[in-house]
C-alpha cells in the first residue's frame, strides 16, 4: 500500500520539477496552476517526510534523498505509461490485411512494442511490418505499397494521403566527450574537427543542408554517411561532429558515455515525425494507430531522452491530436 500523500499527480510533478528546476515550467509540463504545483509537491514531500527539492536554490536542484527517489519516481510513471498504451490499444479486429512502415530510428525501443501490439489486436489479418529511411517509406507511401507510414514529413502535400503528426524532434549537436568545452566557442571548435553527413539521399540530410546553407555555414565534405548508428560511432571514435536529433541520438545509446550533444549553436530548427494514411481508409484506424504511436513515444524515446538531456524539456514532444 502507498503510503498517504504519495500519489501519480505527485510523482508527475515531482519529475516535472526535476527535469525543469522551475516551478513554472512543472507548471506548463503538468497543465496545473503554481499553486497546485507546490501544493503537490509540499503533500508527497510530508508523505515521505524528507524534502526532494532544495526550495531555497533557484533553479531548484534535489536533495540527495530527491536524487536517490528520481529514478524510482520515473520508473513507476514510465511503466504506467506504458500500461495506458496497452490498454488503450486500437480495435483492428475488423482489417483483412494491413501494410505498415515505420522509420528506422525508432527499432530500438518503439517497433518491437508496437509489433506486438499489433499483432495482438490484427487476430484475422494479413500483416506486412517494414522499417527503412523516412525517403524510402515516403516514396512506398505515395507508390500505394503500404498503407499508413511513419516518418518524417518533408513539409509537401502528397494526393490522396492524410497526415497526422506525431512529434517533434529537435536537431542538436553531437561531437566527441569533452572536446566542447561548456560556456566556450562551439562554433570555432567545430571547424577545427570534420562534419560528419548523412548520406545525401536521405530527408534527414536535405534538412540540414537547408538550414547550413541558410546560415551561410560551410564545411569540407569528406565524409557521408547512411547510417545513425555508424555516425554517432564515427563521432565517439572522435573522426568529427554531427548534426543529428534525439531521435537518432537515443538509438545510440551504446556510445553515450564517448560523445556530448549540444543544443545547435544557431538558430533551432527541428523536423517532425507523422503518420500518413491513405485518404480512403476509415479516419478511425489511423487516429488510433495515431494515439497508440504518441503514447508509445512518449514513455519510449522521450522520457529517456529528456531524463539524459533535460535542455530537450519542451523541445522534444510529442504533438496532440487536434
Request: hydrophobic share 45%.
Amino acid at each position: 500500500m502507498l503510503m498517504k500523500g504519495v500519489t501519480l499527480r505527485g510523482l508527475e510533478v515531482f519529475e516535472a520539477l526535476a527535469r525543469t528546476g522551475s516551478v513554472a515550467q512543472a507548471s506548463e509540463l503538468t497543465g496545473l496552476s503554481q499553486p497546485a504545483v507546490s501544493q503537490q509537491l509540499k503533500n508527497l514531500e510530508q508523505a515521505l517526510g524528507s524534502d526532494l527539492v532544495d526550495h531555497g536554490r533557484r533553479p531548484m536542484l534535489l536533495t540527495p534523498a530527491g536524487r536517490a527517489f528520481l529514478p524510482r519516481a520515473e520508473t513507476v510513471l514510465s511503466e504506467l505509461r506504458l500500461a495506458q498504451s496497452e490498454l488503450t490499444v486500437m480495435d483492428l479486429t475488423h482489417l483483412s490485411t494491413l501494410s505498415m512502415g515505420l522509420i528506422d530510428d525508432f527499432d530500438n525501443d518503439l517497433t518491437p512494442r508496437l509489433a506486438v501490439l499489433l499483432a495482438d489486436s490484427l487476430t484475422k489479418c494479413r500483416f506486412k511490418l517494414i522499417t527503412a529511411p523516412s525517403h524510402e517509406i515516403t516514396e512506398a507511401m505515395k507508390a500505394r505499397r503500404l498503407h499508413i507510414a511513419v516518418a518524417a514529413t518533408s513539409g509537401e502535400m502528397h494526393e490522396g494521403v492524410v497526415e497526422y503528426p506525431l512529434v517533434r524532434d529537435p536537431f542538436m549537436i553531437v561531437a566527441p566527450r569533452g572536446v566542447i568545452a561548456e560556456g566556450g566557442d562551439t562554433m570555432a571548435v567545430l571547424r577545427t574537427l570534420p562534419l560528419l553527413r548523412y548520406a545525401r539521399e536521405q530527408l534527414i540530410s536535405r534538412q540540414i543542408e537547408t538550414q547550413l546553407a541558410r546560415h551561410k555555414l560551410e564545411f569540407e565534405e569528406r565524409f557521408e554517411i547512411g547510417s545513425h548508428l555508424a555516425l554517432i560511432a564515427m563521432v565517439a571514435r572522435r573522426v568529427g561532429w554531427a548534426v543529428t536529433t534525439p531521435l537518432g541520438y537515443m538509438r545510440a545509446a551504446r556510445f553515450h558515455d564517448e560523445i556530448d550533444a549540444f543544443p545547435l549553436p544557431f538558430s533551432a530548427f527541428a523536423r517532425t515525425i507523422s503518420l500518413f494514411a491513405g485518404s480512403d481508409w476509415a479516419d478511425r484506424v489511423p487516429r488510433d494507430v495515431a494515439q497508440t504511436m504518441r503514447r508509445l513515444v512518449q514513455s519510449q524515446m522521450i522520457d529517456p531522452a529528456v531524463a539524459r538531456l533535460p535542455w530537450l524539456s519542451g523541445q522534444m514532444r510529442v504533438i496532440d491530436d487536434q
